[in-house]
């Protein structure tokens, strides 16, 4: 017996749309049972996970302290992710902004001019997009899979980071911990009120979300992308440059991770830490496809995932869940998406191999 998929005739846009608000649903029906095993009231658990966190305003600054990073991500996969350029290096890009941002920042220390601020966010952006570049330069000249390239130099990035912050960029008076000397206020993105962590990458995030939204949807750049990606062969006839595009889709998606790296280090840590990111570039790989690649959608999806960071340090800390448990919902959330998606989009069918077939003909004969 073969299972096979075949596709539907008519695609219900409705269906796609609310695709993700069903994934969810079964991600917290699955969590409640997961919970029920554990030995812990599903509808206790799922509050002190959700609801808790954001009981006051400190908690819903968190959220979008963590919700940033995760959006800037997301917003540069989802162009290069249009194009089907499957930058998969947005943790290793963060990573590389975060360290060269840091880098300019120690360089900086008595700087006390905002020039400050804006050469360590232009290190970092620089740093991501150059990181970036390299699956660019593989792909287009030696036609390397951007998948595999991206995903091995993320390893490379996380070993440059530990190396820089326990050799050349070690605070020497830090008691010996592998992390930089804190930033000089120049080099910091400022604070947007006295309770709470929010800084003033919120306005970074903003505008980049709105400029990610004209150009995928009131561009003719962002026309070509969405052409590269629904057919490479029809892009070619009417003249649109793959490499050209490729080159772009990454560089932007680099860039962008490489801004939420820099306005980590500048914005709540203050300093270059092994620590920069808990997995926000894998993260934003899940919530670029459950924002159906639209930056509005995405906005939501990000808030969901940095929600899901925020309650399970909460849950660890209430009810001595494990660490893991964000990791597990966000799996869980990319399975029933992909899970709805194959549904919606195919009709599963069981069919019968050939030489059964022909068995069932003679014993009928």
């Known amino acids: 017996m073969l299972l096979s998929l075949e596709p539907r005739g ?6 796609l749309w609310l695709s993700p608000l069903l994934a969810a649903l079964l991600t917290l029906a699955s969590g409640s ?3 029920a095993l554990l030995g812990h009231d599903p509808l206790d658990t799922l509050h002190t996970l959700l609801v ?21 991500c997301a917003l540069g996969l989802a162009v290069a992710y249009q194009a089907r350029i499957w930058n998969i290096g947005a943790e290793g ?17 008595d700087w006390d001019s ?46 440059l980071l530990l190396f820089f912050v326990h050799g050349p960029l070690k605070d020497p008076a830090g008691f010996n911990f592998p992390e930089s000397a804190m ?33 995928l949807h009131r561009s003719f750049l962002g026309f070509q992308i969405k052409v590269l990606g629904l057919d490479r062969r029809a892009a070619g006839f009417v003249g649109f440059r793959e490499k050209r595009l490729v080159w772009f889709a990454l560089l932007l998606s ?21 620590q920069v990111s808990p997995g926000y570039g894998y993260a934003a790989i899940t919530v670029a496809f459950l924002g ?41 959330m990319l399975f029933f998406l992909l899970a709805c998606d194959v549904l919606i989009l195919y009709r599963p069918r069981l069919q019968l191999n050939w030489g059964r077939r022909s068995a069932l003909k003679q014993v009928v004969a």
């Open 10 to 15: 008519q695609q219900s846009r409705a269906m």
């Open 33 to 35: 049972l997961l919970f």
């Open 52 to 72: 808790a966190p954001l009981a006051d305003w400190y908690g819903v600054s968190e959220l979008l302290v963590k919700a940033l990073p995760i959006l800037l």
């Open 93 to 109: 890009q963060l990573l590389l902004g975060a360290l060269a941002g840091s880098a300019m920042a120690l360089q900086l220390l």
């Open 114 to 159: 905002r020039w400050a601020l804006l050469w360590v966010v232009a290190a970092g952006t620089a740093a991501g997009a150059a990181w970036a570049g390299l699956s660019a330069w593989l792909r287009t000249v030696f036609n390397a899979n951007e998948i595999l390239t991206s995903i091995m130099l993320n390893y490379i990035a996380l070993n």
């Open 183 to 215: 930033f000089g206020d120049a080099s910091r993105l400022p604070l947007l009120g006295d309770d709470g962590r929010l800084h003033a990458g919120l306005y970074l995030a903003l505008l980049t979300l709105a400029a990610v939204w004209v150009l």
């Open 254 to 274: 680099g860039a962008l991770a490489g801004l939420a790296g820099v306005g980590e280090v500048a914005g709540p840590i203050g300093q270059l830490v092994p």
């Open 292 to 332: 159906r690649l639209n930056p509005l959608g995405i906005l939501a999806a990000s808030l969901l995932m940095a929600l899901l960071y925020l309650g399970g340090e909460h849950a660890q800390m209430a009810m001595n869940l494990p660490q893991a448990i964000t990791q597990l919902f966000q799996g869980l």
